[in-house]
Nanobody
Framework: QVQLQESGGGLVQAGGSLRLSCAAS????????MGWYRQAPGKQRELVAT???????NYADSVKGRFTISRDNAKNTVSLHMNSLKPEDTAVYYC????????????????WGQGTQVTVSS
């Protein structure tokens, strides 16, 4: 079992920055890919970014150039640095672990954090 704990959400004005963190505990040695999802009110949960234990990263087109995902394997943490935030980035952000890629397609893992709210005001 893997437990995930997010932190770092909040309220920010458009154009501002936030940093989200996710700490993993438990049977973390089995985790290759970790990522961030988000879910806005009335919308489906969508993938934001992923990172592998080897350091490769992938981003949703909507956040490319603005968000950066990073990982500290020694500390079992993954972070999401969000810059140039827009009101449409407002959502609950979830940390996810244990997913995998099939070609370009990502399937989320079974482990989720509780979510952290990010609100961007215009």
């Amino acid at each position: 079992q893997v437990q995930l704990q997010e932190s770092g959400g909040g309220l920010v004005q458009a154009g501002g920055s936030l940093r989200l963190s996710c700490a993993a505990s438990g049977t973390t040695f089995s985790i290759n890919i970790m990522g961030w999802y988000r879910q806005a009110p009335g919308k489906q949960r969508e993938l934001v970014a992923t990172t592998s234990s080897g350091g490769s990263t992938n981003y949703a087109d909507s956040v490319k150039g603005r968000f950066t995902i990073s990982r500290d394997n020694a500390k079992n943490t993954v972070s999401l640095h969000m810059n140039s935030l827009k009101p449409e980035d407002t959502a609950v952000y979830y940390c996810n672990a244990g997913g995998y890629y099939t070609g370009p397609y990502y399937s989320h893992g079974d482990y989720w954090g509780q979510g952290t709210q990010v609100t961007v005001s215009s």
